[in-house]
T-cell receptor
């Protein structure tokens, strides 16, 4: 059974650029959620994808967007990067969108915006 | 909306002593509660969960948590701390929205175990 994997692990961008982060969900899981963890904070929910559609979103602007593919892997895209977007981005998968169990997290992608 | 509070930014304990990391919650309906641990520059690792049943939940690495409905608390405990337990600990609650469910996290508590 493979766990959740994310890429890249680290990246540096400049303000105004665009970034794409990737995630492969745990085997058998059809739901992927993305979280942003700023320094010294708990993870904040960005959005969730289920069967290739966004079915829930937190308090993040539209320049944060995503995709889910037929194999349930997912991408997070951030346009027009701002300094405050510097954070650890975590991908998590779960069995279903209404799962009451734990989320399974990847190691994260550390984004630095200069 | 659901929420959790971790009142301590940091907990210091000597190796071999018992440890407690505090968490209180606010939910409408049944609470689904979780503890995660995060080591430096790493993702979140699941420790334990309360869904229903016994108020004392046992988890990974010797950790346990006590669910107290009247006090709306879910404190993390370990009888004997190890230096390797030093990490950032997050309490979380399942947030059951219309159409999806997510985890809502506390701000985290840094546990420092001294030799």
């Amino acid at each position: 059974e493979t766990g959740v994997t994310q890429s890249p692990t680290h990246l540096i961008k400049t303000r105004g650029q665009q970034v794409t982060l990737r995630c492969s969900s745990q085997s058998g899981h059809n739901t992927v959620s993305w979280y942003q963890q700023a320094l010294g904070q708990g993870p904040q929910f960005i959005f969730q994808y289920y069967r290739e559609e966004e079915n829930g979103r937190g308090n993040f602007p539209p320049r944060f967007s995503g995709l889910q593919f037929p194999n349930y892997s997912s991408e997070l895209n951030v346009n027009a990067l701002e300094l405050d977007d510097s954070a650890l981005y975590l991908c998590a998968s779960s069995l279903t969108r209404f799962d009451t169990g734990e989320l399974f997290f990847g190691e994260g992608s550390r984004l630095t915006v200069l | 909306a659901q929420s959790v509070a971790q009142p301590e930014d940091q907990v210091n304990v000597a190796e071999g002593n018992p440890l407690t990391v505090k968490c209180t919650y606010s939910v409408s309906g049944n609470p689904y509660l979780f503890w995660y641990v995060q080591y430096p520059n790493r993702g979140l690792q699941f420790l334990l969960k309360y869904i229903t049943g016994d108020n004392l939940v046992k988890g990974s690495y010797g950790f346990e948590a006590e669910f107290n409905k009247s006090q709306t608390s879910f404190h993390l405990k370990k009888p004997s701390a190890l230096v390797s337990d030093s990490a950032l600990y997050f309490c979380a609650v399942r947030d059951m929205n219309s159409g999806y469910s997510t985890l809502t996290f506390g701000k985290g508590t840094m546990l420092l175990v001294s030799p």
